[in-house]
Structure formats: structure tokens, C-alpha cells
């Protein structure tokens, strides 16, 4: 598959203006504005959707009929709809659509929106409003979802007439796949969606002011280059940006003709093979201490499509202290925000490294290539000495990290991993073999707990429709992040979403826990799940397997090392309906390395009592 760059143009897509290319318009035909908003997502080529109906977005439903372009996904909850959107966009480079009803449905979409603005995820959000009248008087699911969504949101619309509604579908489909990929808004009033209207298409997108830069300005490529060649520790810090621009075999061209390491932040993880020798894994607050290492004692850090994030940087102004930076980024907002680069560019990424190595090439013509072997022997010294590795459980249960490390050794190549939100995502982030770029899923700005099984559910629908094989997906989910959209289980067999679902149950909140338990005095409060006054001393609330079998999945249970690989078995051979397996791990299981909030990298945890780069600093003095 080859995804889609932010501004490729695609069968059916709009012009953005008159005088960039001739355009047919054809004669208009009456209908009303659903029925356009129907039509206008068919012409854009939009494949699948995904929501739920209610009363002020009815007639939208209404003019969905049998065979309407595109396949709808009906959700059981407006959050996993959005959520499910975000894991289609990401598993296949298309825009995730959703069409959900006004008040709580609206609001409902509020975090799957803030969840795509945060890792810039494309993103159509329509949703219904009251009557044009009944605007402003409180009237039933009646929320001012373009007010309540405007710090979180790429752009909006409220729109109040029939005619309008191709115009603004066109413009929020492009404006959400161009430039910083993000989420879109489109609230569509009853008036406007029962109003009769003329239909026309293509349509003049009316966007002024609106131009994203893609294309690298002035002479920052030669200075770039000027700095690769004085750089005898560089380092590649490679973001999701770079994910969205689908640039990873441009990344692996510039490692090689530079021999910079790749260390990655957790979106990005897989843009780079992990079987590259070059790529040292995930960095920051529970990233391998080679890639947070080689960060800190590098004198040229180049950041690709990334953005300085605290769980990446710790202690900002202790981040990478020796290093000349150069930043690309397609949003001039990235560039300076939180660390002033010596060399700001501006553009695509992908865009840009076609620029850039040219440009190094160039300069290595006229001056060599600096020798950067003794770099190299450091950063394999903390590869070699400092692996990721785990703690054995002291209750008989099962090491968490063991149960992941046999899910990715025991995997189809090709399979697409989804997760949740809490130390089973760093550990899938850090244990996983990722060898594809597009094959890891995850909620990371916002943090999203729920994120999991709907995303899972998306990534597994964009699948089928964009590959003949029909990658198999695999969620790696806690229970409780799990639990808060379980719901979806439901989706999930009655849409014939076969994914498979690895649930890590400890039966508490686990990263809390650790947290309470490095720095809360051990007072784990509110973080049992099977805490409470009148409960009896019982393991299965809920019972996980009976819950997907309730669903019409397949509900297996591990507590030994045996059975956990026998479950895995199975599951991998069950491709008919969805599968879950209850692991039950250990609950003191810890996320190592690891740095404290708002601590200095240097002050990296491998394990308990080890500061490899304290250490390291202390032998050079």
C-alpha cells in the first residue's frame, strides 16, 4: 500500500480554487442538504464512516440507504466511534469520517477530537444541531459544539443552510488531510440538512489564507547540511509527523548516507524497521537507554516531524544540553516553541528530506564524511549493556513483558498492534518487533484510556478494505483502560471485525500504581479495581471471559506460561470472529527505564537503583 501524502490528489478531490485548474461544474440537481451530505462524502471518495443516529442528525440518516457508496459503522458509543475513525486514518493514510446527533452525542466526540488534534490524526467530525430558530434557546440537545470544541480542534464549521454543505464538506476533507493532518468539525443544523438545495461538483473550496508550506525555503537545506558535515554525534529524533508524511524510507536514505542513529517517539515507533541496526527504539520518561542516551550526549539533534513533547525531553532545558538542532516541521507553530533550533525548516517532511539529501550529498563530495565510528561504540556499549528487561513476579502470576514479548514472537509479520493507555502500551511500544512503518496504533499526546478496542475495531475495517490479505490486528489493552469502551465488543462481532485482543489484567489501574508506589508512599488510593466496602474477595469482576462471550467472541483465560502460549495459538488461528485472552499478570509489575516527571534524562532509571548515565558521566570526569 502506498498511503496517501498530505497533499496528494486523489480521484474526486475538490480544486481549491478557480485559477488552479479548469473545473466542470455539472448541472445542478435538486435534492435536500442530506441528501448532499451524502453525496458530497461519495464524491470524495470517503470508503467508510462511522457513528451513531439521533434526532437532529436523522435526516442525514435517512438519506443513507442500501447502496450508498460508503459502508457505515454503527458504534455503541459516540467516543468509540471517534476513536475507531482515528485508528482507520492511521492504519490506512485516508480521513476518518463520523456523523453522530447533537448534545451528548456531540460532546461525546470532544476526546476522540482533542485525541486526533494531539497526534494529528485527519479527522471529519459531523454532527447534528437543532433548528436555526432554536439556536441559543436551550433547547433539547441543543450544545454549542463548534464553542465547546474550538481549543481542540483543527478547524469548524457551523452550517445553517442546505446550499453550503458540499462547499464546507469539501474544504473540511482537505483541510484535515493537508498541511498538519487533524480534526475538523462540521455541525450541521436541521434546517440545513431538510432545506432543499441544487448540487453540483466539483466545488471552489473557499479557503483564504489557508496554504500550508510543504516546500523547504531559502538556504536552510545548505545550512543542514553544512551541520550533518561538523556533526561527529548526530542523532535522527524521529516524531509521528514523519509517520503522517509516510516518510520512513526517506528516513532510513538519510541514516544510511549519514550513519546517524533513529531513535523514535512512541507514534513513530516502526517508521524504521526495528531490525535495522540504526534504530535504537523509543526515547524519554520509559524510552531504551541507548535512544535516551544518545540524545543527551549528541552534539547535532535532528527532529523530524516531531515536537519536543515532555515525555520526550524530561527536564527541558537539561534536554540534549550539547547539541545543535535542526527542526522540520509542516506547522511553523512547532518550530521555536519549546527548543530554539539552529536550523528551523518549514515543510512536508517527506518534502523536505527529498530536498535534504541531495544536499548532503553534495557537501560530503566536497568534504568527506566525518568518521563518527567512536559515536557508534558508545551507543552499542548501552545497546549491549542496557537491553530491556523485567522483574520475575513474586505471586506465581505472569510477567506482563513476557506475555507481550511471546504475542510479537508468535505474530504474522504484517499484523497492525493497537493499544490502550497505561504500562501495557510502553511495554508493547518496547517490546514489539515492529518491522512495517503503519503498524502500530496508540494513543499518545492526550493519553486516551478507552482508545484501544475501537481504534482496533477502525484499524481492522481500514484493513480489510485496503489489503487483500486483511492484515490481522492485535489490541495489547489493561482492564482497565479496556473497560471503559467494552461496549465495543458488540461492534466488533456484529461488523465482522475479527480482531484479536491480548488483555493484560492485573486488576488495577497499573501505571498509577507505579506511580503511587515510587512516589505516593505506597498509598494506593482509588487504584484497586476490585476494591469496595461490600465486595467479596472474588478475581473475576468482571468475568472477561464470559463478558466476550456474551458478545459472541471467543473468551479464553491464562494464569501459566503454558496456557498463555496455548491461548496464542489459538487465537492467532481463529480469523471468523473477535478473540480475548485474560492474561492475568502481575500487579507490582514496573515500566523500566524510567524517568521521573520533570527530571533531567540524565537521571534515567534502568532499574532499580541503576543510572546508567549518571554513571557514564562520572567514569568521564
Given at each position: 500500500m502506498v498511503l496517501p501524502t498530505p497533499l496528494q490528489a486523489f480521484s474526486g478531490m475538490p480544486k481549491a480554487s478557480a485559477n488552479t485548474e479548469k473545473q466542470t461544474i455539472v448541472d445542478g440537481e435538486k435534492m435536500t442538504g442530506a441528501e448532499a451530505l451524502v453525496r458530497s462524502l461519495e464524491d470524495l471518495g470517503v470508503q467508510d464512516v462511522f457513528g451513531i443516529p439521533g434526532g437532529a442528525i436523522l435526516p442525514v440518516y435517512h438519506a443513507i440507504k442500501d447502496d450508498t457508496k460508503f459502508r457505515f459503522v454503527l458504534m455503541r458509543h459516540e467516543q468509540a466511534a471517534?476513536?475507531?475513525?482515528?485508528?482507520?486514518?492511521?492504519?490506512?493514510?485516508?480521513v476518518g469520517v463520523c456523523i453522530v446527533t447533537s448534545g451528548p452525542g456531540a460532546t461525546n466526540m470532544i476526546t476522540p477530537i482533542a485525541d486526533a488534534n494531539m497526534d494529528s490524526i485527519p479527522l471529519v467530525v459531523i454532527t447534528g444541531q437543532?433548528?436555526?430558530n432554536a439556536i441559543g434557546t436551550d433547547a433539547f440537545q441543543e450544545a454549542d459544539i463548534v464553542g465547546a470544541t474550538y481549543p481542540v480542534v483543527k478547524h469548524s464549521y457551523l452550517v445553517t443552510r442546505a446550499q453550503d454543505i458540499p462547499r464546507v464538506l469539501a474544504e473540511a476533507h482537505y483541510i484535515a488531510r493537508s498541511g498538519r493532518p487533524g480534526p475538523v468539525v462540521v455541525d450541521i443544523t436541521k434546517t440545513a440538512q431538510t432545506g432543499d438545495m441544487y448540487y453540483s461538483w466539483p466545488q471552489r473550496m473557499l479557503l483564504?489564507?489557508?496554504?500550508?508550506?510543504?516546500?523547504?525555503?531559502g538556504r536552510v537545506l545548505s545550512d543542514a547540511a553544512k551541520l550533518f558535515e561538523?556533526?561527529?554525534?548526530?542523532?535522527?529524533?524521529v516524531g509521528g509527523g514523519t509517520v503522517r508524511s509516510d516518510a520512513g524510507e526517506l528516513?532510513?536514505?538519510?541514516?544510511?548516507?549519514?550513519d546517524a542513529p533513529i531513535v523514535t517517539t512512541l507514534p513513530a515507533r516502526g517508521?524504521?524497521?526495528?531490525?535495522?541496526?540504526?534504530?535504537?527504539?523509543?526515547?524519554g520518561m520509559h524510552g531504551t537507554i541507548a535512544a535516551t542516551g544518545a540524545v543527551q550526549r549528541c552534539d547535532l539533534l535532528v527532529a523530524i516531524g516531531a515536537r519536543f513533547d515532555d515525555r520526550v525531553t524530561g527536564k527541558l532545558d537539561a534536554f540534549a544540553p550539547g547539541a545543535r538542532v535542526i527542526h522540520i516541521d509542516i506547522d511553523p507553530a512547532e518550530i521555536g516553541k519549546n527548543r530554539q533550533p539552529d536550523v528551523p525548516i518549514v515543510g512536508d517532511v517527506a518534502t523536505v528530506l527529498k530536498d535534504l539529501i541531495p544536499e548532503i550529498k553534495r557537501e560530503q563530495a566536497m568534504h568527506g564524511k566525518p568518521d563518527i565510528s567512536h559515536w557508534w561504540e558508545v551507543i552499542n556499549k548501552w545497546v549491549e549493556d542496557y537491553p530491556i528487561k523485567w522483574e520475575q513476579p513474586t505471586?506465581?502470576?505472569?510477567?506482563?513483558?513476557?506475555?507481550?514479548?511471546q504475542l510479537s514472537d508468535m505474530a504474522d509479520p504484517d499484523t497492525i498492534w493497537v493499544s490502550g493507555v497505561g504500562q501495557h502500551q510502553m511495554w508493547a511500544t518496547q517490546i514489539i518487533e515492529f518491522d512495517k512503518p503503519h503498524s502500530w496504533i496508540s494513543s499518545g499526546g492526550l493519553g486516551t484510556m478507552g482508545f484501544g478496542l475501537p481504534a482496533a475495531i477502525g484499524a481492522r475495517v481500514g484493513s480489510a478494505r485496503e489489503f487483500a490479505d486483511k492484515k490481522p490486528v492485535w489490541l495489547i489493552d489493561g482492564d482497565g483502560s479496556f473497560q471503559m469502551t467494552s461496549e465495543e465488543l458488540a461492534t466488533a462481532f456484529l461488523d465482522g471485525t475479527p480482531?484479536?485482543?491480548?488483555?493484560?489484567?492485573?486488576?488495577?489501574?497499573?501505571?498509577v500504581r507505579q506511580w503511587q508506589t515510587l512516589f505516593y508512599e505506597h498509598h494506593y488510593s482509588a487504584t484497586n479495581l476490585l476494591d469496595g466496602e461490600n465486595t467479596p474477595d472474588i478475581m473475576d469482576v468482571p468475568d472477561f471471559v464470559k463478558l466476550a462471550e456474551a458478545y459472541g467472541c471467543v473468551g479464553m483465560r491464562a494464569f501459566t506460561e503454558e496456557e498463555a502460549i496455548e491461548c496464542i495459538k489459538k487465537a492467532n488461528a481463529i480469523n471468523d470472529r473477535p478473540v480475548l485472552i485474560d492474561f492475568r499478570v502481575w500487579k507490582d509489575a514496573m515500566v523500566w527505564p524510567m524517568v521521573a516527571a520533570g527530571a533531567s534524562n540524565d537521571d534515567v532509571t534502568y532499574m532499580p537503583g541503576i543510572k546508567p548515565l549518571q554513571r557514564a558521566a562520572a567514569e568521564n570526569e
Amino acid at each position: 500500500m502506498v498511503l496517501p501524502t498530505p497533499l496528494q490528489a486523489f480521484s474526486g478531490m475538490p480544486k481549491a480554487s478557480a485559477n488552479t485548474e479548469k473545473q466542470t461544474i455539472v448541472d445542478g440537481e435538486k435534492m435536500t442538504g442530506a441528501e448532499a451530505l451524502v453525496r458530497s462524502l461519495e464524491d470524495l471518495g470517503v470508503q467508510d464512516v462511522f457513528g451513531i443516529p439521533g434526532g437532529a442528525i436523522l435526516p442525514v440518516y435517512h438519506a443513507i440507504k442500501d447502496d450508498t457508496k460508503f459502508r457505515f459503522v454503527l458504534m455503541r458509543h459516540e467516543q468509540a466511534a471517534g476513536h475507531a475513525a482515528e485508528g482507520y486514518a492511521v492504519a490506512t493514510g485516508r480521513v476518518g469520517v463520523c456523523i453522530v446527533t447533537s448534545g451528548p452525542g456531540a460532546t461525546n466526540m470532544i476526546t476522540p477530537i482533542a485525541d486526533a488534534n494531539m497526534d494529528s490524526i485527519p479527522l471529519v467530525v459531523i454532527t447534528g444541531q437543532v433548528g436555526v430558530n432554536a439556536i441559543g434557546t436551550d433547547a433539547f440537545q441543543e450544545a454549542d459544539i463548534v464553542g465547546a470544541t474550538y481549543p481542540v480542534v483543527k478547524h469548524s464549521y457551523l452550517v445553517t443552510r442546505a446550499q453550503d454543505i458540499p462547499r464546507v464538506l469539501a474544504e473540511a476533507h482537505y483541510i484535515a488531510r493537508s498541511g498538519r493532518p487533524g480534526p475538523v468539525v462540521v455541525d450541521i443544523t436541521k434546517t440545513a440538512q431538510t432545506g432543499d438545495m441544487y448540487y453540483s461538483w466539483p466545488q471552489r473550496m473557499l479557503l483564504p489564507g489557508y496554504n500550508p508550506t510543504t516546500k523547504a525555503h531559502g538556504r536552510v537545506l545548505s545550512d543542514a547540511a553544512k551541520l550533518f558535515e561538523q556533526s561527529y554525534r548526530p542523532v535522527l529524533y524521529v516524531g509521528g509527523g514523519t509517520v503522517r508524511s509516510d516518510a520512513g524510507e526517506l528516513v532510513k536514505e538519510l541514516a544510511e548516507i549519514t550513519d546517524a542513529p533513529i531513535v523514535t517517539t512512541l507514534p513513530a515507533r516502526g517508521i524504521v524497521p526495528d531490525s535495522d541496526p540504526k534504530v535504537l527504539g523509543m526515547l524519554g520518561m520509559h524510552g531504551t537507554i541507548a535512544a535516551t542516551g544518545a540524545v543527551q550526549r549528541c552534539d547535532l539533534l535532528v527532529a523530524i516531524g516531531a515536537r519536543f513533547d515532555d515525555r520526550v525531553t524530561g527536564k527541558l532545558d537539561a534536554f540534549a544540553p550539547g547539541a545543535r538542532v535542526i527542526h522540520i516541521d509542516i506547522d511553523p507553530a512547532e518550530i521555536g516553541k519549546n527548543r530554539q533550533p539552529d536550523v528551523p525548516i518549514v515543510g512536508d517532511v517527506a518534502t523536505v528530506l527529498k530536498d535534504l539529501i541531495p544536499e548532503i550529498k553534495r557537501e560530503q563530495a566536497m568534504h568527506g564524511k566525518p568518521d563518527i565510528s567512536h559515536w557508534w561504540e558508545v551507543i552499542n556499549k548501552w545497546v549491549e549493556d542496557y537491553p530491556i528487561k523485567w522483574e520475575q513476579p513474586t505471586d506465581g502470576s505472569l510477567a506482563p513483558q513476557w506475555v507481550v514479548k511471546q504475542l510479537s514472537d508468535m505474530a504474522d509479520p504484517d499484523t497492525i498492534w493497537v493499544s490502550g493507555v497505561g504500562q501495557h502500551q510502553m511495554w508493547a511500544t518496547q517490546i514489539i518487533e515492529f518491522d512495517k512503518p503503519h503498524s502500530w496504533i496508540s494513543s499518545g499526546g492526550l493519553g486516551t484510556m478507552g482508545f484501544g478496542l475501537p481504534a482496533a475495531i477502525g484499524a481492522r475495517v481500514g484493513s480489510a478494505r485496503e489489503f487483500a490479505d486483511k492484515k490481522p490486528v492485535w489490541l495489547i489493552d489493561g482492564d482497565g483502560s479496556f473497560q471503559m469502551t467494552s461496549e465495543e465488543l458488540a461492534t466488533a462481532f456484529l461488523d465482522g471485525t475479527p480482531i484479536k485482543i491480548a488483555l493484560l489484567n492485573n486488576s488495577v489501574y497499573g501505571m498509577v500504581r507505579q506511580w503511587q508506589t515510587l512516589f505516593y508512599e505506597h498509598h494506593y488510593s482509588a487504584t484497586n479495581l476490585l476494591d469496595g466496602e461490600n465486595t467479596p474477595d472474588i478475581m473475576d469482576v468482571p468475568d472477561f471471559v464470559k463478558l466476550a462471550e456474551a458478545y459472541g467472541c471467543v473468551g479464553m483465560r491464562a494464569f501459566t506460561e503454558e496456557e498463555a502460549i496455548e491461548c496464542i495459538k489459538k487465537a492467532n488461528a481463529i480469523n471468523d470472529r473477535p478473540v480475548l485472552i485474560d492474561f492475568r499478570v502481575w500487579k507490582d509489575a514496573m515500566v523500566w527505564p524510567m524517568v521521573a516527571a520533570g527530571a533531567s534524562n540524565d537521571d534515567v532509571t534502568y532499574m532499580p537503583g541503576i543510572k546508567p548515565l549518571q554513571r557514564a558521566a562520572a567514569e568521564n570526569e
